[in-house]
């Protein structure tokens, strides 16, 4: 968790409609005309409008942004610590699972950003083993405290949301 880092969000959710859409694709205009005052407030998508935009293939087999709502819903899917040293174990049910399969075909694992999230995805399935052996391919040493903590919760068997210190 890094909550003081801004996320600027590729895909919203229209107040009006419930529709998320791809903010990037949208016609982009500057206006200080109080007409722009009548367009629909956006949020970012729930939980439930993740799963829809992922099952209705908004991300029309655009691989990066299927794995940018995966991750997403992903995270939205995760229960959140507050204190420091709290953890709350995690019961994946069939969504979590569905979604944690679907994004572990997408990612690169030739990639080390991608194998620490590979390594956390197993963790939180539970799947410790493959979670260590992901570990041990990350060569990036700007990735070690992160590598090393992920190490830690796994030889504690602990598959809930860890801090990163």
């Known amino acids: 968790m890094a909550p003081m880092l801004p996320d600027i969000p590729r895909f919203s959710k229209c107040y009006q409609c419930g529709a998320v859409f791809n ?3 949208c016609e982009k205009t500057e206006s200080e005309h109080e007409s ?3 367009y629909p407030e956006v949020s970012l998508p729930d939980k439930e409008g993740l799963m ?3 099952e209705n293939n908004i991300y029309k087999d655009n691989i990066d942004d299927e794995i940018y709502l ?4 992903w995270q939205e899917m995760n229960p959140r610590p507050f204190q420091i040293n709290e953890t709350v174990m995690l019961e994946p049910d069939e969504n979590y699972r569905n979604n944690a399969q679907a994004l572990l075909k997408l990612l690169d694992p030739d990639e080390d950003y991608n194998l620490l999230i590979i390594a956390e995805i197993h963790r939180n399935l539970s799947e410790f083993k493959e979670s260590l052996a992901s570990l041990a391919k990350i060569s990036d040493i700007t990735l070690k405290d992160r590598t090393k903590q992920i190490k830690n919760a796994c030889k504690k068997r602990i598959n809930g949301v860890i801090r990163f210190q």
Request: charged share 40%; proline share 0%.
């Open 23 to 25: 903010v990037e694709l």
């Open 36 to 38: 722009t005052d009548r």
């Open 52 to 54: 829809s935009a992922i």
């Open 70 to 73: 995966r991750i997403k819903l």
